[in-house]
Each structure stands twice: as C-alpha cells, then as structure tokens.
C-alpha cells in the first residue's frame, strides 16, 4: 500500500483522511500537517489509524511517504511542491490555481523532471477536461461561467478594490469577466476550476472566465464552452457546496478521492 501525506486538514483534506481511513483508497495515511495544530489534532481524533502530525512542512515532505496531497492552499504549493519533489514524493494539487503562475509550473515541471516524480490534478468542481484535452490542438475559444451566492464568495481578494457590497446584491450580477490568470488570482479560493481549465486548454491568458453572483442559488455552478476545428462542446456542471466549506463544491472532493484511489490501486483507468 502507498504511505500518504496530507498537507492540509480542513474540508477537503478531512474527507481525504476519511476515505483512506474506511478503506476507500487503498492507501495508509501515516503523516499530516497543517499550519493550525487544533486542525491537525482535530483530524487526527476523528480517525481510527491514527497518523503522525508532523511539525512543519519541511518535516512532512521528508517523511516516509509515497505521494503527499495538497489541500491548504495555492501558499502553500508556492512554498512546498519543489520541496516535495526534491524528497522524491509524488504529489497531488488541490490548489491548481497556484500553476498559473508561470515561474511556479516551471519550476514544478522541472522538478517532475528532475527528480522523476509525478504531479496530479484531479478535475475538480468541473467535467469534461478528458474531452476539452482532446481536442486541445484545434480550440480557438474557450470560456467559463461560473455562478455562486455571493456568501460563498466573500472574503476573495477582488473585493479589497472592488466597490461591489455582495450582501446588497438581490439579483443576478456579474461581477468579473477577465481572463483566467486574473480569475485565479482574484478569486483563489473559489476558482481553481479555472486554472484546471486553462492548463487543459489554451493556457490562462486566453481562457475567459465570467463569475456571477445570484442570492437565489443554492448551488456552484459551472458552465464550459469550448469552440474550434472539432466542433463545439457544451458543458453545465450544477455543484452542491460541501457543507463545511461553501467556497467549494462537493464534487471537487469526490473528485479528489477518486484520484487517489485510482493511483493507489493501480487497477483499469477508464477516460483520456
């Protein structure tokens, strides 16, 4: 069985160590970290095999582990992926949106390179990236929609100079339309479909990305249409949020748990 590492105890990262921890992914769990020790610990209690918190992350990514997966946040890949890699740990990303940053997917890159190891991005909040991969060589356009309840949007960076008030907003509002590297970075914690996107296809300058805010929706919804020599390809994805974290989407961590399921079990891989 893969040894795991998590890098990150909140939503995401909780439901990760519980789906190792049932037997879902066949993998053990022997070390986590995050920046708050209460989380960490927190987590730790809620799991029958219990994993060694480590100290910093520097300790988490030399320990014995097979693979370490990212769910803190786009700091934290900043920080830590090279690191990682340079243990000789495989790595999977939550928080793609840091690998818009160019200097940082070059330097991840390289260091899959360099050290032989594997990087994962699981799809996400969203679908059809197998098809949108595809077809990459012929795209010419490629857009994204994105449509939340503007509680699941507050606290992003856009609104430190946006004088937009999302608890006045009563109808549907549009409150960005930009390209995806600005998406990301406005929006860090609620848009990492975007960069997931724009990898895929035609890279984050050129991926347009619209985010609107409706009070009357309950869910996270994502609509993809992609146009070019194939064809056209129409994509409406309509998320429930998680329930201990709205900013994300429940599929964005079943998503990830069946990523690491199906690198741990080496067993038929079905798609692109």
Same mark, same amino acid.
């Given at each position: 069985?893969?040894?795991?590492?998590?890098?990150?105890?909140?939503?995401?990262?909780?439901?990760?160590?519980?789906? /190792?921890?049932?037997?879902?992914?066949?993998?053990?769990?022997?070390? %986590?970290?995050?920046?708050?020790?209460?989380?960490?610990?927190?987590?730790?209690?809620?799991?029958? #095999?219990?994993?060694?918190?480590?100290?910093?992350?520097?300790?988490?990514?030399?320990?014995?582990?097979?693979? /370490? !997966?990212?769910?803190?946040?786009? @700091?934290? *890949?900043?920080?830590?992926?090279?690191?990682?890699?340079?243990?000789?740990? @495989?790595?999977?990303?939550?928080?793609?949106?840091?690998?818009?940053?160019?200097?940082?997917?070059?330097? /991840?890159?390289?260091?899959? +390179? @360099?050290?032989?190891? &594997? *990087?994962?991005?699981?799809?996400?909040?969203?679908?059809?990236?197998?098809?949108? +991969?595809? !077809? +990459?060589?012929?795209?010419?356009?490629?857009?994204?929609?994105?449509?939340?309840?503007?509680?699941?949007?507050?606290?992003?960076?856009?609104?430190?100079?946006?004088?937009?008030?999302? @608890?006045?907003?009563?109808?549907?509002?549009?409150?960005?339309?930009?390209?995806?590297?600005?998406?990301?970075?406005?929006?860090?914690?609620? /848009?990492? *479909?975007?960069?997931?996107?724009?990898?895929?296809?035609?890279?984050?300058?050129?991926? +347009? *990305?619209?985010?609107?805010?409706?009070?009357? #929706?309950?869910?996270? #919804?994502?609509?993809?249409?992609?146009?070019?020599?194939?064809?056209?390809?129409?994509?409406?994805?309509?998320? !429930?949020?998680? &329930?201990?974290?709205?900013?994300?989407?429940?599929?964005?961590?079943?998503?990830?748990?069946?990523?690491?399921?199906? !690198?741990?079990?080496?067993?038929?891989? %079905?798609?692109?």
């Amino acid at each position: 069985m893969k040894r795991i590492g998590l890098l990150g105890c909140g939503a995401i990262g909780t439901q990760i160590a519980l789906a /190792i921890d049932s037997g879902k992914i066949p993998a053990k769990l022997t070390h %986590i970290y995050d920046t708050s020790k209460e989380r960490a610990s927190s987590l730790a209690s809620k799991l029958k #095999t219990k994993p060694e918190i480590t100290q910093n992350a520097a300790l988490l990514a030399s320990s014995p582990v097979d693979l /370490i !997966v990212e769910a803190a946040s786009q @700091d934290a *890949v900043r920080d830590n992926a090279l690191t990682i890699l340079q243990n000789r740990k @495989d790595l999977m990303i939550m928080s793609v949106g840091a690998l818009l940053d160019e200097s940082i997917f070059d330097v /991840i890159l390289e260091g899959c +390179k @360099d050290f032989k190891k &594997q *990087v994962y991005l699981p799809s996400g909040a969203i679908a059809g990236l197998d098809a949108i +991969k595809s !077809v +990459k060589e012929e795209l010419e356009s490629l857009t994204l929609v994105t449509t939340k309840n503007p509680k699941s949007l507050k606290g992003a960076k856009f609104f430190e100079t946006s004088d937009i008030n999302l @608890d006045k907003i009563n109808t549907t509002t549009t409150i960005y339309e930009g390209n995806a590297e600005d998406a990301v970075r406005l929006f860090p914690a609620n /848009i990492n *479909v975007a960069a997931l996107l724009s990898l895929t296809g035609l890279g984050n300058k050129n991926t +347009k *990305v619209r985010i609107v805010a409706d009070p009357n #929706t309950d869910k996270n #919804t994502h609509q993809i249409e992609a146009r070019g020599k194939f064809g056209k390809i129409s994509i409406k994805v309509e998320n !429930v949020p998680d &329930q201990n974290n709205p900013k994300t989407s429940r599929l964005a961590t079943l998503s990830a748990i069946e990523c690491l399921r199906s !690198v741990c079990s080496g067993d038929m891989r %079905i798609g692109t």
